[in-house]
């Protein structure tokens, strides 16, 4: 049975070209970057080579690239290397001292729909230091407002995190307007990149951010390798104390051949942009429509434009989603409810609780997020699969009003 | 030129088929372990695939073990994951309510010889909480002394970390006394196994240690994988708060393709232990007795007899091992000076200052590790090409005794 792969938001397949990136690496180009002879030269060229090919990517400086294990590893250096620093050192911005000496709380603010890997980081901080955290609210279709942000800075906030893209609704965020925010009260702006990188254009000079965390294996590139813009003169304290790698902010052998495999997936997305954006979207929009035109008691959540043109997310009224989801599946259909991170547990989507579905609605969401692989023939069977499955599930719920 | 490759200390070649093993999970089954559908339980098998297959080879239990993305990771978990978790809940060890509440300082032990990870991790915990650390000495062969171990234990130790072999020297510690003595106390025990794992057999049950951390690329799995045991029932706080992963030990998607990888690994290391040491204890032995024979001058760094097979350090007076490693990369022989994590610096390796070796010992120190895949005639060519090298070197010193 072909697979039908419509879960591109929780993993990618890895490109070819990206495989074939990292092989040498697995082969003889096995040296360890920090040593001195021959076979560590070359394993420092790639991870340097692989350096500006990520920074070309997202209009960075070289070496204001971090490599990473990945976007869980990169959102808490973020949010953990910047408030540890300040516990430390105070926070120093545009050379004006906000804060010095001793530690006397603190302040940031997030959304209330962020990655886990975000929440549960400045959960560690409350935990540990006291530290407290405002998350913004979103409306109904899943946007926070920048006025929010305004209104719940504090003269000790130290720090906003927003995500640039939701991975759960696909919703593009204001970064650029609340980064802005952000800087105008001397505090610093990370934000998890993890679902747009990749996807969309991503100008780092532009967008203003401090800092910005990506996942490689979310386009194409093997697990176990991100990335971690760091802004030159942004401090952080690192997560892995112990050698001098990474300038100093990841200690730890290199990932070599995931390096080499994530530089290359920078420069296929770089090159690629369009032609996959082109390609993905109007399959996406082909599907979305297809469904919400052919079965009854649908909600597309998140907002109707502002949103990464691969994500789909759509509430199917009066049935359990992880139902669908497995009898899609034994059709070779891939599909998720709410996020991978978060699937093993059955409490609903923390996101979808936050722009405020009801029950019945957040119980039967489906997320159907695409990429470079699917075809129209693959969406065009979806269509033909889905429709009667969800009709026997609803036909099954006492609460669905029959025609 | 043919590469002559004495740094597998630093890291390894990829076994062929260890790197047939990831390949699967760089193609189709491409799958998030967290997800629910094929794909996804493809992945969620060949990682507890892994974990029993790594299990095995340390007798542990697969629910004792967490996937890391390397040793600097694992002893930075160790380390202050259960620091932190002291912080929070106070010392709970067999039952015995140690201390509880409130912070109020704390006390650690290691060596002063340990990885920069395990001295830079315990710094963190000096800078951020004043913890203490106690570094003990080593004696001019580089061992610690048990008898020092029990001296330094204070009423508020929380965690001893003690390496099971030296990176540098090979030397390998007396963890089983020295953890028993730790328990004995009430307090938890980590050795960081790097050197150690994949070489020699490691039964934590023997060893009794709480925590040990290992590295797959220090036995030819490739870079960034690795892993930790837990001993079930010791708790520690997660490095990377987030998802669910690894049984709330460590968020984030797991790397499928090096956990993989990393599970061939110990199986191969597992059946091929015996076989692996009868290899290449003869070649080191071989390069050893050749060099200290027909060079004048030299000394053996590091333990006669309580070493690992593999490595052999030696201190060639009057030169700089700098220039003697550049001069035999320059005839494909790979060596380093110090351990590949500190080689960037120009400091003297702070093991053979904990060791007490004269300047002009540890100017001149370096060190040969050998691995699978090297043969006598590699051992020979090196006996050829050496001697005159350091000869030439040290006749340029003016303070060289010239016969």
Same mark, same amino acid.
């Given at each position: 049975?072909?697979?039908?792969? *419509?879960?591109?938001? #929780?993993?990618?397949?890895?490109?070819?070209?990206?495989?074939?990136?990292?092989?040498?690496?697995?082969?003889?180009? =096995?040296?360890?970057?920090?040593?001195?002879?021959?076979?560590?030269?070359?394993?420092?060229?790639?991870?340097? %080579?692989?350096?500006?090919?990520?920074? +070309?990517?997202?209009?960075?400086?070289?070496?204001?690239?971090?490599?990473?294990?990945?976007?869980? /590893?990169?959102?808490?250096? +973020?949010?953990?290397?910047?408030?540890?620093?300040?516990?430390?050192?105070?926070?120093?911005?545009?050379?004006?001292?906000?804060?010095?000496?001793?530690?006397?709380?603190?302040?940031?603010?997030?959304?209330?729909?962020?990655?886990? #890997?975000?929440?549960?980081? *400045?959960?560690?901080? %409350?935990?540990?230091?006291?530290?407290?955290?405002?998350?913004?609210?979103?409306?109904?279709?899943?946007?926070?407002?920048?006025?929010?942000?305004?209104?719940?800075?504090?003269?000790?906030?130290?720090?906003?995190?927003?995500?640039?893209?939701?991975?759960?609704?696909?919703?593009?965020?204001?970064?650029?307007?609340?980064?802005?925010?952000?800087?105008?009260?001397?505090? $610093?702006?990370?934000?998890?990149? !993890?679902?747009?990188?990749?996807?969309?254009?991503?100008?780092? %000079?532009?967008?203003?951010?401090?800092?910005?965390?990506?996942?490689?294996?979310?386009?194409?590139?093997?697990?176990?390798?991100? *990335?971690?813009?760091?802004?030159?003169?942004?401090?952080?304290?690192?997560?892995?104390?112990?050698?001098?790698?990474?300038?100093?902010?990841?200690?730890?052998?290199?990932?070599?051949?995931?390096?080499?495999?994530?530089?290359?997936?920078?420069?296929?997305?770089?090159?690629?942009?369009? /032609? %996959?954006?082109?390609?993905?979207?109007?399959?996406?929009?082909?599907?979305?429509?297809?469904?919400?035109?052919?079965?009854?008691?649908?909600?597309?959540?998140?907002?109707?434009?502002?949103?990464?043109?691969?994500?789909?997310?759509?509430? =199917?009224?009066?049935?359990?989603?992880?139902?669908?989801?497995?009898?899609?599946?034994?059709?070779?259909?891939?599909?998720?409810?709410?996020?991978?991170?978060?699937?093993?547990?059955?409490?609903?989507?923390?996101?979808?609780?936050?722009?405020?579905?009801?029950?019945?609605?957040?119980?039967?969401?489906?997320?159907?997020?695409?990429?470079?692989?699917?075809? #129209?023939?693959?969406?065009?069977?979806?269509?033909?699969?889905?429709?009667? $499955? !969800?009709?026997?599930?609803?036909?099954?719920?006492?609460?669905?009003? #029959?025609?």
């Amino acid at each position: 049975m072909k697979l039908v792969y *419509f879960d591109h938001n #929780a993993t990618t397949p890895v490109h070819p070209e990206i495989k074939n990136a990292m092989l040498p690496f697995l082969g003889e180009a =096995f040296g360890n970057p920090s040593s001195s002879h021959q076979p560590a030269r070359g394993a420092r060229m790639a991870v340097e %080579k692989a350096r500006g090919q990520v920074a +070309a990517l997202i209009n960075a400086e070289p070496d204001e690239i971090v490599f990473t294990s990945g976007g869980t /590893e990169g959102d808490n250096h +973020a949010i953990k290397g910047v408030l540890f620093n300040f516990l430390r050192h105070g926070h120093q911005w545009h050379g004006h001292q906000w804060r010095g000496g001793q530690w006397r709380g603190g302040h940031a603010i997030t959304t209330a729909v962020e990655h886990p #890997a975000v929440l549960e980081s *400045f959960m560690f901080m %409350k935990k540990f230091f006291g530290f407290e955290t405002t998350c913004l609210p979103v409306d109904g279709s899943g946007m926070p407002d920048p006025d929010d942000l305004k209104k719940a800075i504090r003269a000790d906030t130290v720090l906003v995190s927003i995500m640039t893209a939701n991975n759960e609704t696909g919703n593009i965020f204001p970064v650029r307007e609340m980064a802005r925010t952000a800087h105008e009260h001397g505090i $610093l702006f990370h934000t998890d990149a !993890v679902q747009m990188t990749g996807k969309l254009p991503i100008d780092v %000079k532009d967008l203003g951010v401090d800092l910005l965390t990506a996942s490689g294996h979310k386009f194409n590139a093997p697990k176990g390798a991100g *990335f971690q813009f760091i802004r030159k003169g942004t401090a952080a304290e690192a997560l892995f104390s112990g050698g001098h790698q990474e300038r100093g902010f990841r200690a730890g052998t290199e990932n070599v051949p995931g390096i080499a495999a994530l530089g290359m997936a920078c420069e296929l997305a770089r090159t690629g942009m369009k /032609e %996959k954006m082109e390609h993905i979207r109007p399959l996406r929009d082909r599907l979305e429509e297809g469904i919400l035109g052919s079965v009854s008691e649908t909600v597309l959540n998140g907002h109707g434009k502002n949103r990464v043109y691969n994500t789909c997310n759509i509430s =199917f009224r009066y049935i359990e989603a992880e139902a669908l989801l497995q009898m899609l599946d034994m059709r070779g259909i891939c599909v998720s409810t709410g996020s991978a991170c978060s699937s093993e547990t059955a409490e609903p989507s923390h996101v979808l609780q936050a722009m405020g579905l009801s029950p019945v609605c957040s119980r039967g969401a489906v997320r159907f997020s695409l990429g470079l692989g699917n075809t #129209a023939e693959e969406v065009d069977y979806c269509l033909y699969v889905l429709p009667p $499955l !969800v009709r026997r599930l609803q036909e099954m719920s006492p609460l669905f009003p #029959a025609k």
